[in-house]
């Protein structure tokens, strides 16, 4: 197996603070920029994995860099450069409080609570009838609070205003945004054969205008399904052949696991971790249209701090 990057503890010029997230750690420095470094760490049901993913982190922050770039025109983004596979350097903002899930289809969580009963999700009456992974007649958002440990909460449009989450202004914009992203989300996805299925955009503010921030469209934030074969497969009542990390949570489930107290961890072997880390490299090559570049997987945390400290010094 191949060395992954499951923690950092770097040493780097003007570096104020590191915040350390379920999936990235983000550094801090003196002059509002902010360095975040994607590991190899994988989370499912808000649950960090005791195992590292072989590239995840290189594919994760390169699948993220390329799409940023793509949105330009429609919002200003946090990023400003990748200094190193796994790093991408940006633009300090405020995060908002709140995450932007919007669904074109009904699948993953949507589908469980839909299939448990429930007819309206974060405040979207949904109609009878439904199969999973159908496409629904528009897309939905579903938006969620953005806990800083523990579980994302499901909460409606209403109650973030209300409760002062978000101005109604700022809302409103962030919901325009949240459209117009999955619909060139659909569009990038749908020229190499994919079906975006959901996804979330996090949002923050600088200079008081709102900036998109985090990662977008990749296999961690969003569900995609392969276009060739949907419609047999809904027809069949069949699983859609997906690229996502749902097929992680599937097989947690499977094996007695979902996130629930009392609840062990199965162990993921190297067979299974290799699976998963073939799957995030198939991903990358099918969103970019690219063939992936392995890059040096020898000393990760030393390769980053020289990467990083070499771009810092150049750019005062």
Sequence with gaps: ???????????????????????????????????????????????????GIPYKGQVL????????????????????NTPDPMVTIGYKCEP???EMVIRGYIAGSAWRAYKNGERTICGVALPEGLKENQKLTKPIITPTTKADEGHDENISREEIIAQGLVS???????????????????QLAKDRGLILVDTKYEFGKKDGKIYLIDE???????????????????????PQKQLSKEFVRQWLIENGFSGKAGEQLPKMDDTFIQQVSE????????????????????NLEERIEKNLTKYLSEHK
Excluded: C
Aim: hydrophobic content about 35%; glycine content about 4%; aromatic content about 12%.
């Design 1 to 51: 197996m191949q060395e992954t990057l499951l923690e950092t503890n770097l040493s780097l010029p003007k570096q104020e603070k590191v915040f350390h997230g379920k999936v990235r750690d983000v550094y801090f420095f003196e002059n509002d920029l902010v360095a975040m470094v994607t590991t190899d760490r994988i989370s499912a049901f808000d649950v960090i994995l005791p195992v």
């Design 61 to 80: 922050n390169q699948i993220a860099a390329e799409q940023l770039d793509a949105v330009r025109d429609i919002l200003p983004t946090w990023k400003i």
């Design 96 to 98: 908002v409080k709140v």
């Design 168 to 186: 109604k202004e700022d809302y409103e914009l962030m919901e325009q945004y949240t459209y117009r992203l999955f619909e060139r989300g659909t």
């Design 216 to 238: 977008i469209h990749t296999p961690d934030s969003s569900r995609y399904f392969y276009e060739d074969g949907y419609e047999e497969h809904l027809a069949k009542g069949e």
């Design 279 to 298: 799957r995030y490299i198939e991903l990358y090559e099918h969103i970019t249209g690219k063939t992936f570049q392995k890059a040096t997987s020898h």
